[in-house]
């Protein structure tokens, strides 16, 4: 009987340490808080950080986190995130239009296996002044109009499917079946830094390029039906790049580019 017992309380402790190590939405939406918090106050000192194998990305470089877009306290006027619970990772977006030197950020967040409350990596797309197409003030006037609210489990997307979708817009300028097999919707709208493009299904390339676009890294969200790509935009130059992509009802809606 003693042994019986036993085993239950030892199976019951692993259930509950199983279940308080699962990587959740809740976890991976207060680090992206706490990231920006440190934006806000251009500190780092309130954010959870691994002691060791701890990555900070700027660009597509490995930086110092002391010396990044971290140091400097910013104003945001806008900011939204998404939440991987898969890839136990959060995209984060911060438009600062304000001040001497506005910013827009695009940010993936990664932690160490399940655990949110440690943070791993810190990957950012940092645009400012001379940045490609940059503008934070049309930028912030377009994304605000934007509605990137929860969809209705009817309308939500596959992972499967986000993930196709933004191989294939990232795969345009390399393929030129790419474009068509994109589901573009008839009202969708496309923000390439401060350019704006409605339908955004127009005037899409289609091939022409022998470089791939790479280093692809994914956060996706079904429950907004977001896929947001950190990637170097081979096909123009090795470019720091974002391409974030809006699904819904199984239609591209909202596509977000962030381009350094």
Known sequence: MFFSIT??????????????AACTREGLLAAAESYVAAVTAGRIDGLKLATSN??????NKAADI??????????????????????CA???????SGGTKPYVLATQIRH?????TIISTIDTIAATTGSLFFNAKKTLGYIQAENWGTLAEA?????????????????MWTDANAAGSIPWGTDC???EGSQYTRPCGVSLPRGGSAKNNGMRRYVIDETVGSVDVLCSFDSLGSLPDSHEIRVEGGKVKYVHTVTV
Do not use: C, H, W
Not at 7 to 20: D, E, K, P, R
Not at 54 to 59: D, G, K, V
Not at 68 to 79: A, N, R, W, Y
Not at 158 to 165: G, H, P
């Open 54 to 59: 701890f990555t900070y990305m700027e660009n």
């Open 90 to 96: 959060s995209y984060t977006l911060v438009i600062s």
């Open 155 to 171: 309308d939500r997307p596959s992972r499967e499917l986000l993930k196709k979708v933004g191989d294939a817009y990232l795969d």
């Open 189 to 191: 709208e496309r923000v």
């Open 7 to 20: 085993l239950t309380a030892v199976a019951m402790v692993g259930s509950i340490t199983a279940a308080s």
């Open 112 to 116: 160490p296996g399940d655990d949110t």
């Open 66 to 87: 002391k010396k990044g877009v971290l140091t400097q306290p910013l104003k945001i006027d806008l900011t939204r995130s998404t939440a991987d619970t898969v890839a």
